[in-house]
């Protein structure tokens, strides 16, 4: 039998990151009701272990904040597989935008904070993983893929709201027979 070994200590900095990780989706469904042994529970370390690393909850809950709305933990994701056509391609991108909307809501209404627009750095993820996904289709799209992003980013806030009911595929339809390059029209007698 071999001996147990004991897996490497965490670092300050890891361990405060697998406790935000874990803090996250308690404030989602909790919110700031959250309790330290939940919080303890979720990141599997002793509730002490918590103070230490924050000193009290309400600074958790902000750095937790602060990594939520930096997208962060959004940014690490696979990218839809090359291979899929153009309508499963956008049907996924943007599930995911209406999911991380309805959480960014979530979000600002159980912690009372507001939204942050998004930074610099942000929006370069965002266009980098847009051209990642789109630019084989690119002579599919009536757009340019800068435009189309932002097409899907207003559709992805705007059919989020309370009150609309988008189901996903409509979506898609509607923003594919809108920005989808037509094929030429052909004149008779005209080649």
């Known amino acids: 039998m071999t001996p147990a070994t004991r897996a490497r200590p965490l670092s300050v900095e890891e361990r405060r990151a697998s406790i935000i990780a874990a803090v996250i989706p308690l404030l989602l469904e909790h919110g700031t009701a959250v309790t330290s042994r939940q919080i303890s529970e979720a990141a599997g370390v002793a509730e002490g272990t918590v ?4 000193g009290d909850k ?18 690490e994701g696979p990218l839809p597989d090359p291979e899929l056509p153009l309508e499963e391609k956008v049907a996924g991108f943007l599930a995911a935008m209406r999911s991380r909307v ?44 800068d435009d189309f992003g932002a097409y899907l980013r207003v559709a992805a806030i705007g059919t989020t709201m309370p009150g609309t009911r988008f189901d996903d595929e409509t979506l898609v339809r509607l923003i594919l027979d809108g920005a989808r390059r037509a094929a030429p029209i052909s004149t008779p007698g005209k080649d």
């Open 51 to 54: 103070f230490r690393a924050f």
């Open 102 to 145: 309805r959480d960014v809501m979530r979000m600002t209404a159980v912690t009372g904070r507001r939204p942050t627009t998004p930074t610099p750095t942000q929006n370069t993820l965002f266009q980098w993983r847009l051209h990642e996904v789109f630019a084989p289709h690119a002579d599919e799209l009536a757009l340019d893929i």
């Open 58 to 75: 309400e600074s958790l809950i902000d750095a937790a904040y602060d990594v939520f709305m930096s997208g962060a933990l959004e940014a």
